[in-house]
């Protein structure tokens, strides 16, 4: 990977995509954004242990299968609305995911679930609400460089098409395979 940043790096520099004078300042807020995204991977990795620590998972794991009556279907789509919720109110998939699979791995195999749906429906779960949150890096990219002309509207040029196009199918197919897989 740090090989792969500073070809890119170069790549940029040297073709004058980003001006010599700029790149301090780009490598800069590049390593902020990083150490961001790994501030965010430690906090959520340690509200996942947490909750493991407290005990309080199994009891969790044990009322949501009653509730669900042990029908998979039902409780696929569950997870995955709830890590679509989840995920759209943090914006990031990165702090979602240890939180989703300290919850959903023991409801999956308390539900039937094989190894390969419980990765689809943990990583499904987290990838969902990514692309459709406001606060996402995935949607405040693109209307930082949509915007350029003053005219993108974040929530409804970027946020909701996204939603629309992004969310809604891979909400399906995550269902469809955690159902067949």
Same mark, same amino acid.
């Given at each position: 990977m740090i090989i792969g940043a500073l070809a890119g790096f170069l790549i940029f520099s040297v073709s004058g995509i980003v001006r010599w004078r700029d790149t301090d300042d780009l490598f800069t807020e590049g390593m902020k954004m990083m150490a961001m995204i790994g501030f965010i991977m430690i906090a959520s990795s340690g509200f996942a242990e947490v909750l493991k620590a407290t005990g309080d998972v199994r009891s969790l794991v044990e009322t949501s299968a009653a509730f669900i009556g042990h029908n998979r279907g039902v409780?696929?789509?569950?997870?995955?609305?709830?890590?679509?919720?989840?995920?759209?109110?943090?914006?990031?998939?990165?702090?979602?995911?240890?939180?989703?699979? !300290?919850?959903?791995?023991?409801?999956?195999?308390?539900?039937?679930?094989?190894?390969? !749906?419980?990765?689809?429906?943990?990583?499904? !779960?987290? !990838?969902?609400?990514?692309?459709?949150?406001?606060?996402?890096?995935?949607?405040?990219?693109?209307?930082?460089?949509?915007?350029?002309?003053?005219?993108?509207?974040?929530?409804?040029?970027?946020?909701?098409?996204?939603?629309?196009?992004?969310?809604?199918?891979l909400l399906a197919f995550g269902w469809l395979a955690a159902m067949t897989l």
């Open positions: 409780g696929a789509l569950l997870m995955l609305l709830v890590g679509l919720l989840v995920t759209m109110g943090i914006g990031s998939s990165f702090s979602t995911v240890p939180i989703l699979a !300290a919850i959903f791995v023991p409801l999956c195999v308390q539900l039937g679930f094989s190894p390969v !749906a419980i990765v689809c429906i943990v990583g499904t !779960a987290g !990838a969902l609400g990514d692309a459709g949150s406001p606060a996402s890096d995935s949607t405040l990219g693109p209307t930082s460089g949509l915007n350029v002309d003053g005219q993108h509207h974040h929530i409804w040029d970027t946020v909701v098409p996204t939603f629309l196009h992004y969310n809604l199918p």
